[in-house]
């Protein structure tokens, strides 16, 4: 969003009328501009990745339970068993040839 060029000289009121609409239009500018710098993502329709680093996050905090983190002792864990043979094993190779048409070479080894 571009930004108005501001006047280099700031404006004369002449008179105590134009002196009171100078001021009222000033207040309302800068009631405008103090309510779009206090805007977050709470507040407004703005993203949260918008809100500057003084703005507290928006993920109310949690409780502490006094329990350590992860699986708690006496916790039965599941796993996954492994099998007891081998039934085939099975060697893949990439083709002879790279998609850029380059050549792959293969080693038996890693």
């Known amino acids: 969003m571009p930004r108005k060029k501001q006047p280099t000289k700031p404006p004369v009121a002449t008179n105590l009328d134009d002196a009171n609409e100078l001021i009222s239009t000033l207040w309302d500018r800068l009631n405008d501009l103090e309510d779009r710098l206090n805007q977050n993502s709470r507040n407004s329709s703005r993203p949260p990745s918008s809100n500057g680093p003084s703005v507290a996050s928006s993920a109310p905090a949690k409780k502490p339970t006094g329990r350590k983190r992860g699986a708690q002792s006496g916790h039965k864990g599941s796993k996954r068993m492994l099998a007891d043979t081998v ?24």
Do not use: H, M, Q, V
């Open 87 to 110: 039934d085939e094993t099975r060697t893949y190779y990439p083709d002879d040839t790279c998609a850029c048409g380059g050549d792959i070479a293969i080693n038996d080894s890693p």
